[in-house]
């Protein structure tokens, strides 16, 4: 292999796929990247078995030819080098990769790409496509409400099933429920049901660029896996065996209480409780009060008996009685990030009942979010 690539194209491309390199694995060439020609462009792998991310940048090809070469090692020699043409070779007697730039010139020992997995080829033909910049909005709203807890694995994925001509992902750790409807610019021949780990599609969103009009979804069969490909790059993830709970009946059908908040001011006031919160648990009490002829107000406090207390009042139109009720502010904070209407509603029926979020106009988003105990 003999390759010439620009030092900033191969940096972007290392950043792209090294977040899918195994940090610990009794494979060793699960640590590598594996670089690669391919088609006029140099081919850039990494893969934990799980999760496979690959990237295709500009090169100019003089020999083809392939490698893998210890992710970190080439990564930090990358980020290092000058903003110039980047030379690589391999000798293949050594099994290493020189890598010249500017004046600096380094060996780097790497192992045959002959044991690196072998990623499978989609046939991209047969693919659900799908907008590129609403998946990602649709990503970012649901996935951070997945699980962490490795012992529940079917709430560390994202429920996604596609219909006709729409597409809702949903994703719940058992005290919260993000839920994300989006209408399909083309439909569907068939449906697709599927439970996708919530860490792929972030890196998904992550390495998804605007410029890609589109990414096609293709589930191979009998393989538990999806690819999303795209212009320039591919994810593979397993998928998540198992039955995922039936969110839809945990969803509240109506409520007694409804109070409209402007969403920069609430998300900046739960920031602030968050501060005191944090050291007790995350509690803060929201006292949501009617305001009559005048507008209405929710009271946002937080208390820790080691760090103070904070009190903040942020205006609203409520309508229904008044009530005092306790959310964790983390909960609050992480759903009213990725709300991007100016405003937003929250529905109450009473204390110890799930509440929702949505926002304010647009029922393709909902998030319903369990009370804490008011002690």
């Known amino acids: 292999m003999k390759a010439s690539v620009s030092q900033q194209q191969l940096a972007h491309g290392l950043g792209m796929v090294s ?11 699960l640590a590598n990247i594996l670089v690669a020609t391919d088609d006029g462009r140099l081919r850039l792998s990494a893969t934990n078995l799980e999760l496979g991310i690959s990237c295709w940048i500009g090169a100019q090809i003089s020999e083809q030819g392939a490698i893998t070469v210890p992710a970190r090692t080439f990564s930090d020699l990358v980020n290092t080098l000058p903003n110039d043409t980047v030379h690589l070779e391999l000798n293949p007697a050594t099994q290493s990769l020189n890598v010249r730039c500017g004046m600096s010139n380094t060996d780097i020992k790497g192992i045959d790409a002959q044991e690196f997995p072998p990623m499978p080829t989609p046939d991209i033909q047969d693919g659900i496509h799908l907008n590129i910049s609403d ?3 649709m990503i970012q709203q649901v996935a951070f409400a997945a699980s962490t807890d490795e012992a529940r694995p079917v709430l ?28 399909l610019s083309e439909p569907v021949s068939k449906p697709v049901t599927a439970i996708v780990p919530a860490r792929a599609l972030t890196e998904l969103a992550r390495i998804a660029t605007d410029g890609d009009q589109v990414v096609t979804m293709v589930m191979p069969p009998g393989r538990g896996q999806v690819v999303f490909h795209m212009k320039d790059a591919e994810l593979i993830s397993q998928l998540i065996d198992g039955n995922f709970p039936d969110y839809r009946a945990i969803i509240p059908r109506s409520f007694k209480g409804t109070t409209i ?6 998300l900046k006031a739960c920031r602030q409780a968050e501060i005191i919160a944090r050291e007790s648990n995350n509690v ?16 946002i406090t937080a208390q820790s008996e080691e760090t103070g207390s904070s009190e903040n009042f942020v205006e609203a139109t409520v309508e229904g009685g008044s009530l005092i009720i306790a959310f964790n502010v983390r909960f609050l904070r992480e759903v009213l990030e990725v709300i991007k209407t100016p405003s937003v509603v929250l529905m109450t029926n009473a204390n110890n009942t799930p509440a929702m979020i949505q926002p304010a106009g647009d029922d393709t988003f909902q998030h319903v979010i369990m009370p804490m105990h008011l002690g």
Do not use: W
């Not at 560390?156 to 989006?182: K, P, Y």
């Open 156 to 183: 560390q994925g994202v429920s996604m099933n596609i219909s006709e001509d729409a597409a809702v992902l949903a994703a719940t750790d058992g005290f919260r429920i993000s839920v994300r409807r989006a209408a």
């Open 19 to 29: 977040r899918a390199v195994s940090p610990r694995s009794t494979l060793a060439v």
């Open 284 to 299: 803060v009490r929201l006292s949501i009060q009617p305001g009559g002829d005048q507008p209405g107000k929710v009271e």
């Open 261 to 266: 908040l402007t969403t920069n001011a609430f």
């Open 135 to 137: 998946f990602k909005e």
